[in-house]
């Protein structure tokens, strides 16, 4: 059948994918001979020297070259051939891989282009992709050339998939989160891994507000989750107050750094405020590693004060005199109560978050928000205050960074500049972007993918933040509008089954 | 006039750091002018630039060619073309199946692939600095302060980085505004659909952009190891960010705001470091930054923007 | 101010609108040189003049998103209250001297519904009844029953515009003529004293521009406001003004009623070619 499509134009495809692959050796083999080939190593006494790598310069030659034909092949209408030969490739590459990551002694014994099981697997993902690119190439020959309207009917297509899904996958998410602890596969270190991507689901939240709602592109965020962060911990060293008395200060002070930083440049539009945010962003991470008096400079600040549970801290021996959380209730001491305590605190104060932030959409700001977003002139024009507005969302968004700041201390016991770098805030929003923009619940799965993804890796440490990186960018090739984008008007006049499309009357 | 030779030295160092940001944020100058996107990857070429001419160094080594001229033209040309074709793949993998979506897709695959480069280097590389040995060293006595022995120099490196980035500055003028390239760059900077309607081929443009971007990227980055010596695979963030910094602040868009914008801000570092404080400098920059923006919201040299309603 | 008062003293109790010497420059260009006139309450000031004479630029003065090099803007309410425009903050000028406006490229929120589009543009009167967000938080009766005002005022404009069936669609969806229909419910859902509108009819089918016609006299007789249009319509212009101001290279050549202004020879000469083409 894909032979009849592709028969009459055989010649002049596999001309035109020979081509093309001629030219993505000669690419990879620009992309990799020195960055590859040569790996430089630093000797004793300053000097360098390099070793050769050509056998893995020379399979990336004909790999993705091979990748690239059978591609081009598939994308004119030839489905098996390309489906057969580059899925096999990525079965065979991707199981060896796994048996390499599982550490089997069968795997140095496979024929394989590269010793390092994950170079494999990356290799493995490239088969992939031409079989994804073949199989689609068949669908849309199948469904007719895509035409506007037809891409307009599938994006709603799919905002009303996403809008169900949503609903369905909020409920269940929670109720799984609640009860996680509770389960044979709750144990400490999944519990540990999963308040740190529940921390990441906050933050994310949180900025929603910023760049979901509002649109303002913050590229600084952390900052504020550091605000929140130092707060209390110089709450807690010098005035000895606890994790409960500090969190509404530490909240109340992020949101007046918003203020602060958002008054002068709220003005500026789009990528220039992009700009102004991540230097403000780093501006106050090189004070809080320069200003050693207040800050404790690089080291930070330690011995803050852990999350106590209302009074009883999760200590093995409490200072006499005081109970601990485990004598207070008769329990053996174990170090996985304050984990779950924790685990607890962050979802409550997550759900908090995202309450008040459907909540805050409703009200007469948070349709303010959206319409600054979508037209600031037009807003201007009905009287409503660009700055006051914009200046109402930084200073929430940046609340609640500050009461996860402050989380992040109470559950460390330290902090230092090093958890509030650049890449934090890049993390952040692109959780928000990659989520869908103004989805709660696409925000809560991209935390759980963008955070989740490497604490499954750690095993992998070098290509952690690889694959990090990758993922992001193929995720957002996937789906360049979000995981789960739609947008629920804030009330509807016909309930949420509404009418069947209506006609409009011209 | 006692002052007069720390200043002057000062001025130097700051003229040689700002001409390596200009020519980089020419990189993000163009891509910005012409796409309107942030090409948050492209301090991570210029890193990857860095390391290529460093590795074409020491094979010069290897190889016996010692003639330092040969050797420097090398590095050049070789680090030039190889990073180019990085700055190709990035924008082929990574922005051009994004066009025309919305705005914040690209600025995140960007940050994706920012963080993809990085590690990509420090997997093939190792995550050690490299230490390289300076090729060029020593520079002219200009003057010499009467107590103290101050002696003001001007290196040999920073001569060649400075003249460099003139030359370069003045042939790519003539690219834009001479070329056919460069006339097709600046009708897609006005108009992409408009251009590409009088067949203008627009993908092959914003594909010679990333490629011109990231070839400059590649000079930079040469210039840098030869005159600091000391190439990781992190030093791509900090340089973009300030090179970015320095696009804005010039007015972006703007091939002679990037210029001036790095040129400022090279100054402004040296300065505040001589005379204040090293480790605030970054706080400076951006402050400056934060202060030209509220005062001038397109920059120094970026056209007003007449709010059509 | 550099205003002349002599024009202030021929103004009625009905003058809305008081534009005295009204000049804007953008460097060299003068896009406004010395214009004056009177927009009165319960008419229609209608505004026409070749492409380039000056129209939007005046409207953009009148709303605040150009600041008047020189002249004086003063808007009189009813009960004797003054704005003086000219020196009012571009939003202000719609939110405390209810100064509401449409532009000649349709600016809705386009991913917004169509009845979130007219509650956004109730917002000031709600963020009050809110408690500046705090007591809507909480979900205080005074903020509900103000929102479910609100909400009977943009379901009563939905009816009169004919959109009520497609309230909970985006409003971008809507056709051409719908969206401009919208973007006027939208304008006057700000209760403003002072509507002015670019160029309305624009696009519009010659049954769309009957509808419109229809709807801003009604707007007229009903409400207490006057409203301000630039037009290229002519049948829209000549057929529902009551006052006409002709522009021409920014400055203002003739002012009267319709039939004035059809007779006018300068306005002819100008405007409507040597040979008039009704």
Redesign the interface.
Known sequence: MSANVAAPQAPSVFFQAAKEAFFTAILVAMLSILMVGYQTEVLQGQNMSYVTRFGDVMWAVILVPVGRFLLVLGRSGMLWPPVVLAGAATIYLFGAAVLGLLGLAIYPTLPLPYDQPMVNAIFAVGGLFVVAGAARARRDRTKGAQTFEKREAAEARQAHVAKNLSRILGPILIVVALVIPWTPWGDRALVDSLVLVMTYVMLGWGLNIVVGLAGLLDLGYVAFYAVGAYTYGKLSTSLGLTFWESLPIAGAMAALFGIILGFPVLRLRGDYLAIVTLGFGEIIRIILINWQAFTGGPNGIGNITRVDFFGLPFERNPAPGTESFHTFFGIDFSTTHRVVFLYYVIIALALITNFVTIRLRKMPIGRAWEALREDETACRALGINPTNTKLTAFAIGAMFAGFAGSFFAARQGFVSPESFTFIESAVILAIVVLGGMGSQVGVALAALLLIGLPEVLRDLSLYRMLVFGGVMVLIMLWRPKGLLAYREPTLLLHGRRGKKKAEVPA | MDWFPYFLQQLINGLTLGSIYGLIAIGYTMV?GII?M?NFAHGDVYM?GA??A???L??CGTLGISWIPLQLLLMLV?AM??TA??G??VER??YR??RG?????P???A????????????????P??????SLISGGIPVMTRAEGGFVVTLGYMQIIIVLLTVALMAGFTLVITRTSLGRAQRACEQDMKMASLLGVNVDRTISMTFVMGAGLAAIAGSMVTLYYGNNDFYMG?LAG?KA??AA?LGG?GSLPGAMLGGILLGLIEAMWSAYF?A??K??AA??V??LV??FR?TGLLGRPE??K? | MTAAPAMSAAAGADVLLEVERLTMRFGGLVAINDVSFHARRRQITGIIGPNGAGKTTLFNCITGFYKPTVGRLTLRREDGEQFLLERMDGFRIGQKARVARTFQNIRLFTGMSVLENLMVAQHNKLMLASGYTVLGLFGAPVFRRAEAEARDLAVSWLERIGLTAVADQPAGSLPYGAQRRLEIARAMCTDPVLLCLDEPAAGLNPRESADLNALLMSIRDEYDIGLLLIEHDMSVVMGISDHIVVLDYGSKIAEGTPLAIRNDPAVIRAYLGEDEQE
């Open positions: 910005y309107g942030v990857i390391f290529q460093m590795i074409v020491l094979l070789v073309v190889l074709a990085y190709w793949t993998i990574a199946p994004l979506t919305q705005r914040l897709a600025l995140i695959t940050i994706g692939m920012s963080i993809f480069l990085q590690n990509y280097v420090q997997l093939v590389q190792g050690r600095p490299k230490p390289v040995e963030f960010i970015f910094t804005v972006i404080s480790e605030y970054d706080v951006f402050g930054l934060v923006l509220i919201p007449v709010e309603v």
